[in-house]
């Protein structure tokens, strides 16, 4: 179908076939990192700016790679250290990047809807790299994708997402996208992490990782935040590891082809243990790789819509 | 001063349950004769297809001076009152420095002469400072002119507090309002806590943090016999405590603001700071219930909680910006378009609310037609529709949530005291 | 799209015939297939690029490599378009270092295409050779690109549209003008 769309902002508003486009262009995409010359022409002459007012070495890596693979110039613009902590308004700082002459601002912010914002006042094409806990559309594609690759569909399929539930906007994308295309999303936390309203995105909720996991096509782990522990939201990493880290001996309840993904950055012992991580059924790996390829399918259609 | 006869106009006085076409003579800036009056005057205003209501009065803004003067000055913030019919505020004691002491109540008053548009009486600070821990010289700011007590934009945190500030402002007839919000469940919550925010990922002020602060406030008021004043009711359930305790004879009155009977959290998925307040814009349920509560009675009064902010403040990021919008400009539109014209309150009703009652909370003589009384007096133009813009406001600040709005209810003229201070072009 | 009058320039039977010579030409007598990679521009010169390849290796019984090309991501007219085009993928499951690589595409026209196609071959590598085959050559070339091997040039004026219709993706073999 055409992509209409100047902006990426979130799976919430993407009909299933959109976002079935962007999967299948991350296919096409996916081919190009094989090659010996590792690019493709299409942003060639085009500017993209990665505009993150939170810092993120992984996430900027991966938009910076997608973008020149795509052979358009990449500048990095970390607010953190510039006009933003001087007092300039959101408005002023893009309006101003915007005067140089970019076509993508890829914006990363540590509250919700700094690119929503954004894409109202500039006429580039904005692309959400994270906006505090709302959504990371780009991060939830990859995981679908991952999911696509190995099972073939994502309909029907069984989905748990594990972790913080609440503060997390891989979390609220993710589901947004498995309803869209037809998964069972289950959402797996202590219930000071897992907010009831979830419900009413039509996900199911466990607060036992035991009970549920025999049930999952694939478990996506969330990394568990220190500062949620030390806002005393649960009683302690021990806990939360006792009763919702995923390791080898929960990992025998679950189903032999069971795809274990995770965000990343991994704590190792935290929310997944080494063995789990490093396994057979872990493809953290692939959804790096994959994020490369669903990046490239971002930033080509967003810049392909005609002014 | 020149005499003006105000000839033909539909007179509102909701005092005395007036509502009939009516002349209105001033003289020294008092009202002199009301009815079919045949003598002339210096100045005569057609006011025949208009309406002619008492100044109307705004018991809860925020002008910011001093500290702020960029966003709001007491002058700017008389003169955009006056604009809108109103002719009389109050304004809150949250400026810098607070106004807990006699000397800055009279200053607010001193200002307000100046200006010479609309009256504006200074709430004074319940506590010291607004800090919260002990009282402010409530002898002193009445002496110096404040017409009750608050430490609004903040909550009196302490239940012992507020019993002791309840008590204590019984000597004076002055009543104590409160802005009803358990900050320890609040936190850093910026928008209602709902389906909205759940999917928004924003951090949520819970309708439970306002009724757990006005159940606890109407118990005081119990056991104490103070008068309340529960400040921009916004939950269904404040509604339903409040209900209850007039019922059972507590001395309790409240207010909700146009907002708050006008929009729902829904207004927050655009992200624009021009809808985040405190208390926040909530559910469909609970503006349904604020409605309820203005229809029968429980809620007394409608005010605008003004509160203006600068145009780099509110152009933050949601989270970061702060709290607040203006509102008295959109204070008579909003109520005639959102509950006159569907039928919700009757005309006389809605006037009382914004008149009447409002005065009556804070025990000063205005708001009323009556011969001997100051003229203070709104010529409003209630049936031509017209779009709301706030880039034309007389107020300093633009955080408004209701920019390009269809709305009914204009002044034509406004008069204080027997002066013209304002005329529509 | 005008409902416009059309004349079959070839039918089934010649366009099997025209393969047929092609096939004659590319293969040179069987000398070092072994070499020869045929690679078929989407999305016609996919099916053949099939049936070239399938024909030469039934005569002289070599397996060649065979590759699809989706050249979206190098034309050079994506800001013009209208329509934002799907990408499909590029399949070139071979190493093109030092290879005789015979792109395969239905109609040459303006020759943007085939740029484009050459300089996506060469982001996989150097290849020793890139030779053309095309079914037809309509003339009105916009680049310096011509055709090594030409299943049937024809004349036609610049606003009439030449379809190629195949029975892998149309159900029958046929040449029309518009």
């Not at chain 1, 953290?284 to 994020?291: C, D, K, P, S």
């Not at chain 3, 399949?91 to 595409?105: A, P, Y």
Request: net charge neutral; proline share 4%.
């Amino acid at each position: 179908m055409e992509w209409t769309r100047k902006d990426l902002l979130g799976l919430q508003e993407l009909s299933q076939e959109e976002i079935t486009t962007i999967l299948d262009t991350a296919q096409s995409f996916k081919e190009v990192s094989t090659r010996s010359i590792r690019k493709v022409p299409p942003l060639r002459g085009k500017v993209v700016v990665n505009l993150f007012f939170e810092p993120s070495t992984r996430t900027r890596i991966s938009f910076e790679l997608a973008a020149s693979r795509l052979s358009a110039d990449v500048i990095n613009f970390e607010a953190t250290t510039s006009s933003a902590a001087k007092g300039e308004t959101l408005t002023d700082t893009a309006r101003n990047i915007e005067s140089m002459g970019v076509d993508v601002v890829v914006v990363r912010h540590s509250v919700p809807g700094a690119p929503h914002r954004l894409a109202k006042v500039l006429c580039a094409s904005v692309v959400n790299a994270g906006d505090g806990s709302h959504e990371h559309p780009t991060q939830a594609l990859l995981d679908i994708f991952t999911i696509r690759q190995h099972k073939g569909k994502v309909e029907g399929l069984t989905v748990a997402i594990v972790g913080d539930i609440g503060h997390s906007r891989v979390a609220r994308s993710n589901i947004w996208g498995l309803k869209k295309l037809g998964a069972n999303v289950i959402l797996v936390g202590p219930s000071t992490l897992v907010p009831t309203k979830f419900k009413e995105l039509g996900a199911e909720i466990s607060y036992s990782l035991d009970d549920v996991i025999g049930r999952c096509d694939a478990i996506n782990v969330l990394r568990i935040q220190l500062e949620r522990q030390e806002a005393g939201l649960f009683p302690s990493i021990r806990e939360y590891s006792r009763l919702f880290g995923l390791n080898v001996e929960r990992m025998k309840r679950a189903k032999p082809d069971v795809l274990i993904m995770h965000p990343g950055p991994i704590n190792r012992g935290v929310e997944i243990t080494p063995q789990v991580a490093d396994g057979s059924r872990s493809v953290i790996l692939e959804q790096v790789a994959n994020g490369l390829a669903v990046r490239m399918a971002a930033l080509y259609l967003v810049t392909s819509v005609k002014r | 001063m020149p005499t003006i006869l105000i000839k033909g106009g539909r007179m509102i006085d909701p005092a005395s349950n007036t509502d009939r076409v009516a002349d209105v003579l001033i003289k020294d800036g008092k009202i002199a004769a009301l009815g079919s009056v045949s003598q002339t005057a210096k100045t005569v205003i057609d006011a025949r297809g208009l309406y002619v209501a008492p100044g109307l009065v705004d018991m809860h803004t925020h002008l910011r001076e001093p500290g702020n003067e960029e966003e709001e000055t007491i002058a700017s913030g008389a003169e955009c009152a006056v604009s809108a019919g109103v002719t009389t505020l109050a304004c809150m004691p949250n400026t810098e420095p607070a106004i807990d002491n006699e000397g800055s109540a009279a200053f607010i008053i001193l200002q307000s002469e100046r200006a010479g548009k609309a009256n504006v009486f200074p709430i004074g600070a319940v506590t010291h400072q607004r800090a919260g821990e002990r009282l402010s010289e409530m002898g002193g700011l009445v002496r110096g002119g404040a017409v009750a007590f608050s430490d609004d934009g903040s909550p009196v945190r302490s239940a012992e507090i507020l019993r002791r500030a309840l008590l204590y402002a019984k000597m004076f007839g002055k009543a104590i309002i409160n802005h009803c919000e358990d900050t320890d469940l609040s936190r850093d919550g910026v928008m209602h806590s709902g389906y909205v925010s759940m999917v928004l990922g924003l951090p949520g002020i819970s309708s439970a943090s306002e009724e757990i602060m006005v159940a606890r406030d109407i118990t005081l008021c119990e056991i104490t016999g103070g008068r309340l004043h529960i400040a921009h009711v916004s939950t269904k359930g404040s509604v339903d405590l409040i209900r209850v305790a007039k019922r059972r004879g507590i001395q309790v009155t409240c207010e909700a603001t146009p907002h708050h009977f006008t929009l729902t959290d829904k207004c927050v998925e655009t992200f624009d700071p021009n809808f985040k307040m405190n208390p926040p814009l909530r559910t469909e349920e609970d503006v349904a219930a604020i409605k309820e509560g203005l229809k029968d009675g429980t809620i007394d009064v409608i005010a605008s909680d003004h509160a203006p902010h600068s145009r780099e403040e509110k152009e933050l990021e949601f989270s970061f910006a702060p709290f607040g919008v203006i509102g008295i400009e959109t204070l008579l539109p909003i109520t005639i378009t959102e509950l006159v014209k569907p039928g919700i309150l009757s005309l006389i009703d809605a006037i009382r609310k914004l008149t009447v009652n409002p005065v009556r909370v804070l025990s000063i003589e205005k708001g009323t037609l009556s011969v001997g009384r100051d003229a203070d007096i709104a010529i409003l133009d209630l049936d031509t529709e017209y779009t709301i813009d706030p880039e034309k406001f007389k107020s300093k600040s633009r955080n408004c949530p209701f920019a390009a709005r269809r709305v009914y209810g204009k002044a034509v003229k406004t008069i204080v005291r027997g002066k013209i201070v304002f005329e529509s072009r | 799209m005008t409902d416009r009058a059309q004349q079959v320039i070839l039918d089934s039977v010649q366009v099997g015939e025209i393969i047929t010579s092609l096939v004659r030409q590319i293969a040179q007598e069987g000398k070092n297939l072994g070499n020869l990679a045929i690679v078929g521009i989407r999305r016609r010169g996919v099916p053949l690029a099939q049936r070239i390849s399938a024909q030469i290796e039934k005569l002289y019984g070599v397996k060649l490599e065979l590759g699809i090309l989706d050249i979206t991501l190098y034309r050079d007219d994506l800001s013009l378009i209208a329509v934002q085009p799907v990408v499909h993928a590029t399949e070139i499951n071979f190493n093109v270092e030092g290879k005789r690589i015979v792109l395969v595409d239905d109609v040459l026209f303006t020759g943007r295409t085939v740029r484009a196609a050459i300089s996506e071959i060469l982001d996989f590598g150097r290849p020793a050779k890139i030779e053309l085959a095309v079914l037809v050559d309509r003339g009105h070339r916009e680049l310096p690109i011509a055709a090594d091997y030409i299943g049937k040039k024809i004349e036609t004026r610049r606003d009439e549209l030449v379809d190629v219709l195949l029975t892998e993706t149309d159900g029958e073999d046929k040449v029309v003008i518009r």
